[in-house]
């Protein structure tokens, strides 16, 4: 690799060492989610409100937290391990990484006012709507395989009106009576035949807009709380009609929207009901349970350890936590599991000669808990994968031809592999990704309806992506079953699969049809809750196949020692490497801006618009909101006059959460901001404008996940020290294609987060509910 102290100069040395101090190893305590924009498509961020910050919520009116709850929130790591809180807010890891990234594109959730209503749906509101409807539909299908969890269905009284207003929040609008049937129950073989033009995707149902009446009740119920008057619109909204009296019985059910913090909601209370709004209180610990489970959703766990639950409810205050969490289970706010942990283990009283008191053994197990609608999602995900794993196919001589001309041994695998199997794994770096579309093409050639979908648009005209694909925006459709009409689905960068995202997918899959998940386990995981692809491996429930293809030159050794954890000093003739040491934030805008405009362009011939910056968050001296000011002035420069933005500006929409689209402005008028986007003209309204456009010379390693650039520069300041892991790096290091530049700042920072900071665990249920149905599946009977 090169030093490049003038940003363009030929020496090559590489100042980072595979050494590491291992006793910093335990400090790096730095969320890798907190990059990840999380802006829904209302706009309103979700990971990290700003509501304490900028005085919008109660605790702006009360702000010393009485009995009524802790007077800080307290600090938790949420690294998700034992005896913490994955749950709980972040710790500060400085300016580089920033702590409000996920409160949307610009890492603001200011508690809005209403928004107006608009004429037409937007692209972000018709995909939710449509996915929507698929949540019903598996909902449906749930229910009639009587599933280990009920889903709240014998709730009633009080609990019953809980999970109603739990849906209403997650949901947005009221259960439609539109619905798909259910899957033929016999495999149907692959016609040979043309596909039939694609039918036309679900309509998509608008979210129900609260009337004027609820609206004022609400308002009337804040102003005696003393909260903000632009909470009315959105609690209206996410409560539902009777809002005003939910928040006058349970003022803690102000929880529900994602700018509220639990100290502005306990000082809310104290307003209502003075002494009465104590830290014990049924009506707060209820409803605190469900918040910290849908904070740790953010964080991409689908449950929680009961202990870790427990010391997060501690931590706020709560007097008694195991009692509080037995409360909302028996409520049924929140369900309950118990995993098994291994093989049962006999008590202390029996030997090996009590073989017949066998059944006395108790069965270890770690009791998780969680929401319903991440349980119903996890459960639903295992079905269908075991459904489609389950599916029996004879390899016929057609196959065997096909992997034999194959390109590469690996894909050949892959070919044989899916010939005899309805659900596979692929694995594989950058240059692996050519075996799975070696796999489609073989089967198109075949006869089979195939469908290649990825995380990202872009790679083909053939390529679709998974957002587009569920929403019937793109792909093949679906057929007279609500189910896709397709044989065979490849699914591209499968680490980004959250587990609401492949429940729809993979029920949407019909019986008979084939489904391959690729990807690359050692980039950075999904903006969503879950870890599909790591739990699908991990319970080896269908074929694996490893590719042997090694992504080439220089940059791709780079990235491959990265994966196993070693940052190696690598020759790069070429220049393929360069590492520009900086000394502080401001030298190493400095430098970025340089590489951008100057350098790169000059000794590889790539664009400025085909370099991207990518840093490890969004605030700081050097994170993507000074990095971008400083590349559009130099690059670009205007007034702002469309809201901060110019026409030629470039752009990244983020319609809904972990979607970041590559765009160019090009106008603005009073129906919104005009992008172009793949050579598609989309408008975003402007009162979304704020929320979901940020520039995108700059962007995060979250963001730049599944696409690639002729040349990249990373940035790392040395703030962003503590926000550095190895997925990250791996992921941030293997955006180029032909060249990499490395603005170093943060010295011993690099080699240790790649030799000793793994991903962060998430707990999830998916490797234990595929194994068990793989278990019952083999027994007889």
């Known amino acids: 690799m090169s030093t490049d102290p003038q940003a363009d100069t030929a020496a090559a040395e590489n100042p980072a060492t595979p050494e590491a101090e291992p006793s910093a190893a335990a400090e790096a305590e730095a969320d890798p989610a907190a990059d990840t924009d999380r802006t829904g498509p209302d706009g309103s961020g979700s990971a990290e409100p700003a509501g304490a910050e900028d005085g919008a919520g109660p605790a702006a009116v009360h702000g010393e937290a009485g009995e009524g709850g802790p007077g800080a929130e307290p600090p938790v790591s949420g690294r998700g391990g034992e005896g913490e809180s994955p749950a709980g807010p972040e710790t500060e890891t400085g300016s580089g990484a920033d702590a409000d990234a996920g409160a949307g594109p610009e890492g603001t959730a200011e508690p809005a006012a209403e928004a107006p209503a608009t004429p037409a749906l937007s692209e972000a509101q018709a995909e939710l709507a449509a996915q929507r409807i698929e949540r019903e539909r598996i909902a449906r299908r749930k229910a009639e395989r009587e599933a280990p969890v009920a889903a709240g269905a014998k709730l009633s009284g009080k609990a019953a009106d809980l999970l109603a207003a739990v849906r209403a929040v997650e949901g947005g609008a009221k259960p439609s009576s539109v619905y798909f049937d259910d899957a033929p129950a016999a495999p149907r073989k692959a016609p040979v035949a043309p596909p039939a033009p694609r039918p036309a995707a679900p309509a998509a149902v608008a979210a129900p807009v609260p009337s004027a009446d609820t609206v004022e009740g609400v308002r009337a119920v804040l102003a005696r709380g003393g909260a903000p008057e632009a909470l009315a619109g959105p609690a209206a909204a996410a409560l539902g009609e009777d809002a005003a009296g939910q928040l006058t019985e349970n003022p803690w059910r102000l929880l529900s929207l994602p700018a509220v913090r639990p100290t502005q909601a306990d000082g809310f209370a104290r307003a209502l009901l003075g002494a009465e709004a104590g830290p014990g209180d049924e009506r707060r610990t209820t409803v605190l349970v469900g918040w910290l489970l849908a904070q740790a959703g953010l964080k991409g766990h689908t449950a929680l350890e009961a202990p870790v639950l427990e010391?997060?409810?501690?931590?706020?205050?709560?007097?008694?936590?195991?009692?509080?969490?037995?409360?909302?289970?028996?409520?049924?706010?929140?369900?309950?599991?118990?995993?098994?942990?291994?093989?049962?283990?006999?008590?202390?009283?029996e030997n090996a000669a009590d073989a017949e008191d066998a059944e006395d053994a108790e069965q270890p197990v770690r009791v998780l808990v969680g929401l319903e609608g991440?349980?119903?999602?996890?459960?639903?995900?295992?079905?269908?994968?075991?459904?489609?794993?389950?599916?029996?196919?004879?390899?016929?001589?057609?196959?065997?031809?096909?992997?034999?001309?194959?390109?590469?041994p690996s894909a050949s695998e892959l070919i044989r592999a899916v010939a005899g199997h309805g659900l596979v794994t692929h694995t594989g770096g950058e240059a692996a990704r050519a075996e799975p579309v070696a796999l489609a093409a073989a089967a198109r050639e075949l006869g089979l309806r195939v469908c290649l979908a990825a995380h990202a648009p872009g790679g083909g005209p053939d390529r679709v992506t998974v957002a587009g694909l569920l929403s019937g925006a793109e792909g093949p459709g679906r057929d007279t079953d609500g189910q896709f009409a397709l044989d065979l689905l490849v699914v591209l960068d499968a680490p980004q699969l959250d587990v609401e995202t492949a429940a729809a997918l993979v029920e949407s899959v019909p019986d008979g049809a084939r489904l391959v998940l690729s990807g690359d386990p050692g980039v950075l995981g999904s903006a969503g809750a879950g870890r599909v692809f790591a739990d699908v491996l991990a319970a080896r429930t269908c074929p694996q196949l490893v590719s042997r293809t090694p992504d080439p030159g220089p940059l791709g050794e780079l990235v491959s020692g990265v994966g196993i954890g070693e940052l190696n000093q690598v020759d790069a003739p070429g220049k393929e490497v360069v590492i520009v040491p900086v000394k502080d934030a401001g030298e190493a805008v400095h430098r970025a801006v340089q590489l951008v405009a100057e350098s790169v362009p000059r000794a590889f011939g790539i664009p400025a618009d085909s370099v991207q910056v990518i840093t490890p968050g969004h605030g700081g001296s050097a994170g993507t909101r000074a990095l971008n000011a400083a590349l559009?002035?130099?690059?670009?420069?205007?007034?702002?006059?469309?809201?901060?933005?110019?026409?030629?500006?470039?752009?990244?929409?983020?319609?809904?959460?972990?979607?970041?689209?590559?765009?160019?402005?090009?106008?603005?008028?009073?129906?919104?901001?005009?992008?172009?986007?793949?050579?598609?003209?989309?408008?975003?309204?402007?009162?979304?404008?704020?929320?979901?456009?940020?520039?995108?010379?700059?962007?995060?390693?979250?963001?730049?996940?599944?696409?690639?650039?002729?040349?990249?520069?990373?940035?790392?300041?040395?703030d962003a020290a503590q926000a550095l892991s190895r997925d990250w790096v791996y992921t941030a290091f293997g955006r180029g294609e032909r060249h990499l530049s490395v603005v170093h700042g943060v010295d011993q920072a690099l080699p240790h987060a790649v030799a000793e900071v793994p991903a962060k665990p998430r707990t999830t249920r998916l490797t234990g509910l595929l194994t068990a149905l793989a278990t019952a599946g083999a027994q007889p009977g």
């Open 632 to 718: 559009k002035e130099r690059l670009n420069p205007g007034p702002g006059r469309f809201g901060g933005f110019d026409p030629g500006d470039r752009v990244v929409h983020v319609p809904s959460a972990g979607r970041a689209l590559p765009a160019r402005v090009v106008s603005a008028d009073a129906e919104g901001l005009h992008l172009e986007r793949a050579g598609a003209r989309i408008v975003v309204a402007k009162e979304l404008v704020e929320s979901q456009v940020r520039h995108g010379w700059a962007v995060t390693a979250h963001q730049a996940v599944g696409t690639r650039w002729p040349a990249v520069v990373v940035v790392l300041p040395g």
């Open 311 to 349: 010391k997060a409810l501690a931590q706020y205050g709560v007097p008694d936590p195991a009692e509080a969490l037995e409360l909302a289970i028996a409520e049924g706010s929140v369900l309950v599991f118990h995993e098994p942990l291994g093989p049962p283990v006999a008590g202390p009283s």
């Open 374 to 408: 991440a349980a119903m999602a996890e459960e639903s995900l295992a079905d269908g994968l075991a459904r489609l794993a389950a599916g029996t196919f004879d390899a016929s001589e057609d196959w065997e031809r096909a992997a034999g001309s194959a390109p590469s």
